[in-house]
């Protein structure tokens, strides 16, 4: 029985970016500031083979006092209206004690808390009515990070918690059976001392081991970013059949970005500028900054090829590539897809090879997990580098999964990668989204998120489609042989039952998956009367000794397949193709 890892809106992000912002060096600056200032004067004073090698001890040697301070005191405040004893759950696999614990009056106990991973020591102090400032967990990327159980020193005192810092905070009873991580809900306290139950928890999220993480943290990438345009990318925001976004990068140096394009058979070149969306990745010590660009082209003719350049007024250009439009007209096309591909060499080779063998593939796009992790430019890098060109002539699309919406702190890379319709629940855009091409409808669905915020919109969707074909895409696979998804198979299968949704695709476990239709929960003979639900794995595999589910088709331990699906008219014909390029597995299903 698998539980969804979900998150709370994108409270803990704050964490990343808000909090005091004072720029006078004789005042106390927040967490993020406070790192940002010391990683970049680490890159101004060591070298390389220093910054790979940094202790604990030797970055706490190196801070400031104010940095000292401000990282003792930043990272977590609160207020309460009577004098609290503040219980701090620290896990005792963590090597290096954080540095302010000892020194700030907490003290450790006996006591220990339990989840089914985790043991946690238990440490305490006691704060008088007013503001509560803790600090780091460490400079190391330790994710079970620490939480707090707050109690009364009065127990006849009405204990009042007001955040401070992150502005929200979630607070519940502590107690067995609570969890204590948003990323991680279905992780769940087995052992609490008598005389902590009842206290009041303050949660948090695995992702704030990253705040200040210096430890083993700097990374370099292969593909740093240069002034002549690369990593281009074709992506809709919008109709297909009038519009493409055109996406790219450079270096920093590159103040402005400039797309020429054409119609084939046409004399007439177009041009659009567009400024730079400035992305950091602060401990890449060889490409911190680079520009993002993303060109939105729009009122294009459909159904017609393009060619088109990238580049700047002052600097170099791209090779000419070219794109082409949807047709307005229903006519017969195909697209691929994989499952996870985690920024894989071997996953760039698949998809170049699958473009040759299906030159025909209108577009691509992927079930989650694009990268290893969401939040290191370096993996994305990898990504675009590996897929060539491929990308550049043919649309790519995507929904996140839990590799590219980690440990809490969302998808904001992901987000700004990849330009994608808009067309979403309210607060979710470009992580959950629908399009149509042709008779079909796209359901992109972001599972990182909560199911029950975008249910409703799930459904109006089907209800108001005309398409002949339904296709749902997410990341967590309802029906697998690993840890079934009951929460999503309860919310959401109903619904694809209701709207006869056609096939539901993903990843996430690395084996090769196809199940016989099914409807409420049982298998059905005829396609007709239930919906397919399809894993598959795009990069290398895993799971290999799973039992044979009751309901599947075909299943199989695989690694590197990908599928290429054609729809025409009222027939769809499916085959999954492996990096030898030999049919592993083909149906067809027809309306």
């Not at 219980?87 to 009056?105: C, H, N, T, V, Y």
């Not at 292969?222 to 002034?227: A, I, Q, V």
């Not at 047709?327 to 040759?356: C, M, T, Y």
């Not at 994608?420 to 998120?449: C, H, K």
Request: overall charge negative; some cysteine.
């Amino acid at each position: 029985m698998k539980k969804l890892h979900l998150l709370v809106g994108c409270i803990w992000v704050l964490a990343f970016a808000c909090g005091p912002q004072q720029d006078a060096d004789n005042e106390l600056l927040s967490v993020s500031e406070t790192i940002d200032r010391i990683v970049t004067r680490m890159y101004a004073e060591w070298d390389s083979e220093t910054l790979d090698t940094l202790s604990h001890d030797f970055i706490e040697q190196s801070l400031r006092p104010l940095e000292k301070e401000s990282l003792a005191t930043q990272y977590w405040k609160f207020q309460v209206n009577v004098p609290v004893t503040v219980s701090l759950m620290r896990d005792k696999a963590q090597k290096k004690i954080p540095f302010w614990l000892e020194s700030s009056g907490f003290r450790r106990t006996p006591m220990e808390v339990k989840n089914e991973i985790y043991t946690y020591e238990v440490w305490q102090k006691d704060f008088n009515s007013g503001e509560v400032q803790l600090g780091i967990n460490g400079f190391g990327k330790h994710r079970p990070v620490y939480f707090l159980a707050l109690a009364p020193q009065n127990p006849s005192d009405e204990l009042t918690v007001s955040p401070v810092f992150p502005q929200e905070q979630h607070i519940e009873q502590f107690r067995e059976g609570a969890f204590t991580y948003h990323d991680w809900d279905g992780l769940v306290l087995t052992e609490v001392p008598e005389s902590l139950q009842g206290q009041q928890l303050l949660t948090t999220i695995r992702g704030r081991a990253r705040e200040a993480h210096l430890v083993d943290a700097f990374r370099s990438t292969d593909f740093p970013s240069g002034d002549r345009p690369d990593q281009l990318l074709l992506t809709w925001s919008e109709d297909p059949v009038r519009s493409i976004d055109i996406q790219w990068r450079t270096s920093e140096n590159i103040a402005k970005g400039m797309v020429h394009y054409w119609k084939k058979g046409s004399t007439d070149t177009m041009q659009l500028e567009v400024d730079p969306y400035v992305m950091e990745d602060r401990l890449l010590q060889n490409d911190r900054y680079m520009h993002r660009f993303t060109a939105k082209l729009r009122g294009l003719d459909p159904g017609s090829a393009y060619g088109y350049r990238v580049g700047s007024i002052s600097g170099a250009w791209s090779e000419v590539q070219s794109f082409s439009t949807a047709a307005s007209q229903a006519v017969p096309f195909s697209f691929i897809w994989f499952g996870d591909v985690h920024n894989s060499a071997v996953w760039g080779n698949l998809i170049q090879k699958s473009e040759r063998q299906h030159p025909a593939t209108e577009f691509y796009f992927i079930a989650g997990d694009l990268v290893d992790t969401g939040l290191y430019r370096d993996d994305w890098d990898k990504l675009f580098t590996y897929a060539g060109e491929t990308i550049s002539r043919k649309p790519l699309l995507a929904v996140p999964g839990n590799h590219d919406s980690q440990d809490g702190l969302g998808a904001w890379m992901y987000e700004k990668m990849l330009s994608l319709p808009a067309d979403s629940p309210v607060g979710m855009e470009g992580r959950s989204y629908a399009f149509t091409y042709q008779n079909t409808l796209f359901l992109m669905m972001d599972v990182t998120l909560p199911l029950s915020e975008q249910t409703a919109w799930l459904e109006k969707k089907l209800s108001e489609s005309e398409a002949t074909w339904k296709i749902a895409v997410f990341h967590f696979p309802p029906y697998n042989g690993v840890e079934p998804y009951t929460d999503i198979q309860d919310l959401w299968g109903p619904i694809f039952d209701r709207y006869q949704v056609d096939l539901v695709l993903g990843g996430h476990f690395h084996y090769y998956m196809r199940s016989q239709p099914i409807r409420n929960g049982q298998v059905q003979a005829d396609p007709k009367d239930g919906t397919i639900y399809w894993i598959s794995i795009g990069t290398t595999g895993k799971n290999k000794d799973i039992e044979r589910e009751p309901y599947a088709a075909v299943q199989f331990p695989a690694e590197h397949l990908y599928q290429s699906i054609t729809i025409d008219g009222k027939e769809l014909r499916a085959e999954t193709i492996n990096l030898d390029g030999e049919q592993v597995d083909h149906f067809v299903l027809t309306k």
